[in-house]
């Protein structure tokens, strides 16, 4: 399941169960939809609205647009309040 927390990984992981469970390339962005909650769900539910078909790749890229690494955003957000 994907909240919106830590893509990176998120990503490595489905890449690898696609690898092991040979998902094709047109299936790989529906069925990770299934496993998106929170604002993760929210997010994609406005984004598949604008398009039809996805590749997995550029849902990759606009995902991890999207989601950027919070641990990066808080440290920064830690270092202005002090």
């Known amino acids: 399941m994907f909240d919106g927390t830590n893509p990176r990984d998120w990503i490595k992981k489905c890449t690898r169960y696609f690898t092991l469970c040979k998902i094709p390339d047109d ?3 529906d069925l990770v939809s299934l ?3 929170s604002k993760a769900e929210v997010w994609f539910g406005g984004y598949i ?3 039809k078909r996805v590749a997995w790749e550029d849902f990759v890229m606009d995902l991890s647009a999207r989601f ?3 641990i990066r955003s808080r440290v920064v957000e ?3 309040n002090l």
């Open 27 to 29: 299936q790989k962005v």
């Open 68 to 70: 950027k690494d919070d």
């Open 49 to 51: 609205l604008a398009r």
């Open 35 to 37: 496993h998106l909650y």
């Open 78 to 80: 830690d270092f202005k």
